[in-house]
């Protein structure tokens, strides 16, 4: 096995030690491992390895040496200043979704996020949805130097997420509100004639080759009035950061919906009801206090509180069900909620990364109720939407 496979290339992929495969796994495996004495590679790292090198060490090393024999451990140092120069070294070696990974683990393993109370830190992070997570618990520390520059990062990742979803989720939901309007004596350009057809095949009448339709059923005509109540419920809890982050911004694009009566209400052991805020949700956003106790009961209490038309309202608990309150009237409010007409969406997460840690027990009660709950992703949530609202059974994933 070599021991001079150094590599001075600009970047993965190219430069000398890409032409042996064998020398760029070791350098790849020396950059996975760490150089400990025991790694087994021999491979030396010099010119960008050896930066990029620098940086992993930095969150991941363990008390190795580095190749100049000096002792190594994870950390950024005391100070924003030079967790800012790390942050941006690691945008220099990594793609964007590494970085955000990084982010994240530093975060967790080496207390980084007292440092984003400081403005210079937050210029330099890479700005995702778990990083919104960390402003938003840190909320209520951050000083009043560091707010404007919070909610500018803030708004950006919003402003991002609102052109990536909003469009189709307005799409979509239109869509299902006019079929869920149908009516059966349309005018001739109101005609589902899919669903007449399908309603008449009885009255097919072979001579004539033809259905004779006896009822047509149509969509009901475009209309500025409110057709379906929409309550989002948010379970604020601190394991549901990305959940409320996507839901404040679902929420302010339901109601920028004329015929969506929408109503958002966050809560842990206590109910904030920010339906007044919802015109933008980086507001939306501050008003909720991430971590917590969890009240689910008293906040379904609230939102059943709050409709007037069960037939046309469509409730959607976001909670990991970690219940505690008191639990045999959680569950009696969400059997009487649908008893009464209302289309209940149970949610564990609404995020990209899938069911978090939840309350197995709750869930299958829920489930026994007629309520499945499940994880959803931003990009689901709206075909979950369409199916509550033309009340037909939701789309529940497979790995539920």
């Known amino acids: 096995m070599t021991t001079d496979a150094t590599n001075t290339d600009t970047g993965p992929g190219t430069g000398p030690g890409v032409d042996d ?63 800012a120069r790390w942050l941006g ?34 210029e330099a992070v890479e700005a995702d949805v778990h990083l919104v997570g960390t402003l938003l618990s840190l909320n209520k520390a951050m000083p009043e130097t560091t707010k404007e520059t919070a909610r500018a990062v803030v708004r950006k990742v919003v402003q991002d997420l609102e052109k990536r979803l909003a469009t189709r989720t307005r799409a979509t939901l239109t869509g299902a509100l006019d079929r869920s309007a149908r009516i059966n004596r349309p005018r001739h350009h109101d005609v589902d004639w899919n669903r007449t057809i399908s309603a008449n095949l009885k009255h097919y009448l072979p001579e004539y080759r033809t259905v004779v ?36 911004v679902f929420g302010a694009v339901l109601a920028s919906m004329r015929s969506i009566d929408t109503r958002l209400v966050v809560f842990d052991t206590a109910v904030v009801d920010l339906t007044d805020q919802l015109d933008d949700p980086v507001d939306v956003l501050f008003g909720t206090q991430l971590g917590g106790g969890t009240d689910i009961n008293r906040a379904l209490a609230y939102c059943q ?25 959680m569950l009696k409010r969400v059997a009487a909620m649908k008893a009464s007409g209302v289309q209940f969406v149970a949610l564990l997460a609404l995020s990209d990364e899938g069911a978090p840690a939840y309350d197995r027990e709750h869930a299958a009660a829920l489930a026994a109720l007629g309520a499945p709950a499940f994880a959803c992703t931003p990009d689901l949530f709206p075909e979950v939407m369409a199916a509550a609202i033309e009340k037909r059974p939701l789309p529940v994933p497979d790995t539920v």
Do not use: H, N
């Open 213 to 248: 339709p006896e009822r047509l059923i149509g969509y009901g005509r475009a209309s500025q009035s409110v057709k379906k109540e929409v309550v989002l419920c948010i379970d604020q809890s601190g394991s549901m950061a990305a959940s409320v982050v996507y839901a404040s």
């Open 305 to 329: 509180s709050q409709i007037t038309r069960p037939a046309e309202t469509v409730v959607v608990l976001i909670s990991d069900l970690y219940e505690g309150g008191i639990r045999d009237e």
């Open 21 to 83: 495969p064998a020398r760029e796994r070791l350098r790849r495996w020396r950059l996975v491992l760490g150089g400990e004495a025991a790694d087994g590679t021999g491979c030396a790292l010099a010119g960008r390895d050896a930066a990029m090198d620098g940086t992993l060490a930095a969150l991941y090393g363990k008390g190795d040496r580095t190749q100049s024999g000096r002792e190594r451990s994870a950390g950024l140092g005391a100070s924003a200043p030079s967790a």
């Open 89 to 122: 070294d690691i945008r220099t070696y990594f793609p964007s979704s590494v970085v955000q990974v990084m982010q994240r683990d530093a975060i967790d393993r080496l207390g980084l996020a007292a440092l984003l109370l400081e403005p210079e830190m937050l």
